[in-house]
């Protein structure tokens, strides 16, 4: 957790490097949009190879006393995917130009990049697009740490990742401008995401063999859950692709979405993705030993504390908006204009924080139950029903229409995939403690709308780099007030969150934390 926590913070001081040395422009732009292609690749190539499918059948046999296969099947998906993604790579490169003059260049309904954007922009592309490879093998090994119920390596490889990119701008900047910090991303994917893992593996002895044996059955098996994650497209992942399509309309708009949403994966990987990465293993190892009313419960328990910590952090986010934006962003070529326009798509991507939270959970119970068909198929009907919402409200509102259909859209992933799993009688959706969700929302609501107004007290200087000071000042202002009112909310509303929250983690996850205790201690590790 701490380790996730770190590489959130680093991540935010990258962001916080790139607005100071480059601002929010046209090349700023460019950059962001260049990921679009690589990240493409890596989904539809790699697709859920990495930590979602893979884990639940090496897992499998794990649970089985079955090392060897698990050896050979983790050797094989390496061999066969790692060539595969090799093909694409290069296919990709050749193809680069007309992919990014359709996704960015100007249409009909709206303007696009301009010739010297499209031409940066493929140019930064192309430097991206080898790292999918180490992104893609380091994935699969990260999933063998992760089943061994070691998540300190994998944990490392985004900070690791992000350090890279922040050298490759100091030390390459004022020669290469800001491909600089392409060039460093791609150093970092081989440190990072690939290196770090595989040291992590070769500890704990994980063996490697090249083999292309494609009519190995838990291969085809792979194949058979993996299929559907490569063809699916989540909103999780396309709503990124979506709004860099929108936004390339207006110049620096890409750049200030991308600091709003890229800060807010911070408490989302405190409150979501952490624990989400950690549940897989436990989700998968209590559906695997037929556990099914635990494996429920762990589910429904993960999704309510998730769940009403998340509502209680929006309350603070949505008030403290303008001035943790102006005191994490507001420097070098980063003005008040820019960190105005942030804040605003900052606020409104905060009302998600629950539901992108709470989805990652569900999502991950249906793929430890090995079900990656239903789930895909749900959430790509909505990522496509969600299309128009997107341009209806750009056009309608700017910007920022783009940031509230972003909601819209997460919310109904996260519908779809509650009404699913409660369908098919895995997690019941009555079982989840409404009461105190409840409690959590009512709270949330009255302490931010109360820290809101209290942060008009002090005001924010408009010109120059502004005063730390008076970010500060604002700041605490907003945080005594949130966190009286919370506690006050939570008290007279007699919630039982604050001591759920302090519960030992071992009731989270009750038989498997039990179990697999000793193991982590003696690693070093933490879930």
Not at 76 to 94: L, Y
Not at 95 to 104: L, R
Not at 243 to 257: F, K, N, Q, T
Request: net charge positive; glycine share 8%.
């Amino acid at each position: 957790m701490a380790a996730v926590m770190l590489s959130r913070v680093i991540g935010y001081a990258r962001e916080a490097y790139i607005a100071f040395a480059f601002g929010a422009g046209s090349q700023t732009d460019a950059y962001v949009a260049a990921f679009t292609l690589p990240d493409w690749l890596n989904y539809i190539v790699a697709g859920g190879a990495a930590s979602i499918t893979f884990i639940s059948i090496y897992t499998r046999f794990l649970a089985e006393k079955r090392d060897a296969d698990a050896q050979k099947t983790f050797s094989i998906i390496i061999t066969v995917m790692t060539v595969v993604m090799i093909i694409g790579t290069i296919f990709t490169e050749i193809f680069t130009p007309q992919f990014v003059s359709w996704m960015f260049g100007a249409s009909r309904s709206h303007a696009g990049f301009s010739p010297q954007q499209i031409e940066l922009c493929v140019h930064l592309t192309r430097i991206l697009l080898p790292a999918q490879i180490f992104f893609y093998v380091g994935g699969v090994v990260s999933a063998v740490l992760l089943s061994h119920r070691l998540f300190l390596f994998p944990a490392f490889g985004p900070l690791l990742y992000n350090i890279f990119i922040i050298v490759g701008g100091v030390v390459g900047g004022h020669r290469f401008g800001i491909a600089s910090l392409a060039y460093g991303a791609l150093v970092g994917s081989v440190i990072g995401p690939f290196l770090a893992s595989v040291i992590g593996a070769a500890r704990i002895g994980t063996g490697y063999k090249p083999s292309f044996d494609i009519m190995n059955p838990a291969f085809r098996e792979w194949v058979r859950l993996s299929v559907p994650l490569m063809l699916g497209v989540s909103l999780v992942t396309a709503d990124d692709w979506i709004l860099r399509h929108y936004a390339a309309s207006a110049v620096g708009e890409i750049a200030r979405l991308n600091y709003a949403k890229r800060f807010f994966a911070v408490p989302i990987a405190v409150l979501g993705q952490a624990t989400g990465q950690a549940s897989l293993p436990f989700f998968a190892r209590l559906f695997n030993e037929k556990k099914m009313k635990e494996f429920a419960g762990t589910v429904n328990d993960s999704v309510y504390r998730v769940s009403a910590a998340s509502f209680l952090a929006t309350g603070w986010m949505m008030a403290a908006a303008l001035p943790v934006i102006d005191l994490v962003y507001r420097r070098g070529k980063f003005v008040f204009a820019d960190t105005q326009t942030t804040a605003i798509y900052f606020f409104w991507f905060s009302l998600s924080l629950a539901l992108w939270s709470a989805q990652g959970l569900y999502a991950r119970a249906f793929y430890a139950a090995g079900n990656t068909l239903t789930p895909m198929v749900a959430v790509t009907v909505i990522t496509a029903a969600s299309l128009p919402v997107y341009s209806i409200l750009f056009h309608a509102f700017g910007v920022v229409g783009l940031a509230w259909a972003s909601d819209i859209g997460i919310g109904a992933n996260l519908l779809a995939l509650a009404l699913l799993l409660h369908a098919r009688k895995l997690v019941s959706l009555w079982e989840l403690r409404w009461g105190e969700i409840g409690k959590a929302l009512v709270t949330a609501v009255v302490a931010g709308g109360i820290s809101f107004e209290v942060a008009k007290i002090v005001a924010l200087p408009k010109s120059g780099h502004g005063s730390r000071a008076a970010d500060l000042m604002q700041l605490a202002l907003v945080s005594v007030t949130w966190a009286a009112a919370s506690a006050a909310g939570l008290w007279l509303l007699k919630s039982e969150l604050p001591q759920d929250l302090r519960r030992r983690k071992g009731a989270v996850y009750p038989a498997v934390a039990q179990g697999g205790s000793k193991e982590i201690l003696g690693a070093g590790t933490q879930p």
